[in-house]
């Protein structure tokens, strides 16, 4: 589908929207790394008309860059994706779909994590070696 340059923008904006949702995933574990945000701001300033697309490229990549070095965190990881597919949303539509994935991948590792962490406390010291051998 082709898309007109409002409706373009507005799927953009859908995108940013799914990923700064998630966004505080990745600031809780990584906060001086600002390459996500700095992705966010590059893709509103394009959307203003303030940037051309080459810098919102370089931005999404970035994000990328730290989805790949968020080592300690999938939730981080992942938010740090969404973002980086948000901002590629300016690039190529078909990227909104991937930022909308990955924040709900984010939203997942993180209820994931906390069910597990219930369920260690909840399973007697001496067993948890025998279902959770890490």
Known sequence: MKLD?????SLVLWAIDCAEHVLPLFDEKYPKD????????????????????SVVRTAALAAHAAARAATESTAACDAARAV??????????GHAAHAAAYAA????????????AWQVRRLPEHLRSVVFPD
């Open 105 to 116: 991948k984010a939203k997942a590792a993180v209820a994931t994590a906390k069910e597990q």
């Open 84 to 93: 980086g597919h948000a901002a590629g949303t300016a690039h190529a539509a």
């Open 34 to 53: 600002k390459r996500p945000l700095e992705a966010i701001e590059a893709t509103l300033a394009w959307v203003r008309g303030e940037v051309a697309l």
């Open 5 to 9: 340059k409002r409706d373009h923008r």
